[in-house]
């Protein structure tokens, strides 16, 4: 059986880390290299992954928090298996996720492979196909993926510069060189939670999204001004109409601030086309 590395990047990930790493030992492909890198953590994160006494854990830690892309390239400077992949330290695989994806690449001649996942959301659960996600306006890799070490030969870092959309760019510089290949199976579960980062810089992601589409010649520049002006306005409708809801108490308030809040929108489009 090749090795396959998986690195898991964490910060402050007491919350859920524990399910992560469980998933991973636990998987029926059971040849693999876990290494943790712990970005800096301030919560329990280092106890819990101390209380493993797995061989199979290498365990990594930096004295301060620099970033995902740091931590993926400190995790996989000292990876050594046959094949690569990453997850998040509040995600967790389906117990035969590696097994069908190193299966996967060996019948059919692939650099790369991405399945589909699920995503949970307050309980709730939801199929997402990542066949369908358009490779030019988003990353249609999704979370769950496994690659050949010749990729990360060839590839090499995940770079800092592009920081909060360092997997799709990733991704794009991967899909330039090498085949990559969709399974239509089901075999990671992403958690949707206000602490997560893709909350938390919601609108820094997008900002960056759109600097990413620009530079890899997927948006004009008229047309980055564009998504730039429309996602800042919305940014501030949000804003607006929650002030407005707050002014509901009082109806003629409640009247000014809707008709200020319809002006604004136009405004600021406009104007932070020219901003960009």
Known sequence: MKLVSIVIPTYNGEKYI?????????????????????????????????????????????????????????????????????????????????????????ENNCDFVYSNFYKIDNKKIK????????????????????????????IGDYDPEVRLVEDYDYFLRVFKKFRMCHLNEYLLYYRVHENQLLNKKRYEIRMANIKLRLKYGFLTEDQAKKE??????????HRLRMFSVKGIRFLPTFLISIILTEFLYLYYRCSDEKDF
């Not at 620099?66 to 995600?91: C, H, K, M, Q, V």
């Not at 196909?129 to 010749?150: E, P, R």
């Not at 730039?228 to 409708?237: D, E, G, P, S, W």
């Open 127 to 154: 199929k997402v196909d990542t066949s369908k996600i358009d490779y030019k306006k988003s990353n249609w890799v999704g979370a769950c993926f496994l690659y050949t070490k010749q990729v990360k030969d060839t």
């Open 228 to 237: 730039y002006a429309r996602m800042k306005a919305n940014k501030r409708m």
């Open 18 to 106: 524990r399910e992560t790493i469980n998933s991973c030992l636990n998987q029926t492909y059971k040849h693999i290299q876990l290494i943790i890198v712990n970005d800096g953590s301030t919560d329990n994160t280092e106890k819990i992954i101390n209380s493993y006494k797995d061989k199979r854990i290498v365990y990594l830690k930096h004295k301060k928090n620099l970033g995902l892309p740091e931590a993926l390239n400190t995790g996989f400077d000292r990876a050594e298996g046959d094949y690569l992949t990453w997850i998040s330290d509040d995600n967790y695989y389906s117990e035969e996720a590696i097994e069908r994806m190193v299966r996967f690449l060996e």
